[in-house]
């Protein structure tokens, strides 16, 4: 299969907004990245979704378009119209942003803090 350089650079560009923000992507479970025509898939476990992310770039008006899949691979939400440094947010707010998000995070890992005022 013959690979078009435009879709090389175009999920190598996602990539880089991606792991700009690592330690975001890492709490989505992200894993498995794939190329996709004018794009990027990949799998997440987050708080709010475990399933597929699919990121494609719509040249034309220079945005991306989001799709969100379950882990039956059924299309649970599409956002249109998303610009390059709103990507890991949107993302994050469909994956992994539940409320009370460190209190999740607390309760996940098993972690309590104690105070001064505790003892």
Do not use: C, H
Not at 43 to 49: C, H, P, W
Not at 82 to 89: A, I, K, N, P, S
Not at 91 to 97: H, N
Request: without cysteine; glycine residues 6%; proline residues 2%.
């Amino acid at each position: 299969m013959e690979e078009n350089n435009s879709e090389i650079d175009i999920t190598n560009y996602i990539l880089r907004i991606l792991i700009s923000n690592l330690i975001v992507i890492w709490s989505w479970g992200f894993e498995n990245p794939k190329r996709l025509q004018d794009g990027l898939s990949f799998k997440v476990n987050g708080f709010k979704l475990s399933g597929e992310v699919q990121i494609i770039y719509n040249a034309g008006i220079d945005l991306f378009d989001l799709s969100f899949f379950d882990s039956n691979k059924q299309l649970q939400k599409v956002v249109e119209n998303v610009y390059v440094d709103q990507l890991v947010d949107v993302i994050d707010e469909y994956v992994e942003k539940v409320p009370d998000y460190a209190g999740a995070v607390d309760k996940f890992y098993n972690l309590k803090y104690s105070t001064v005022d505790d003892k």
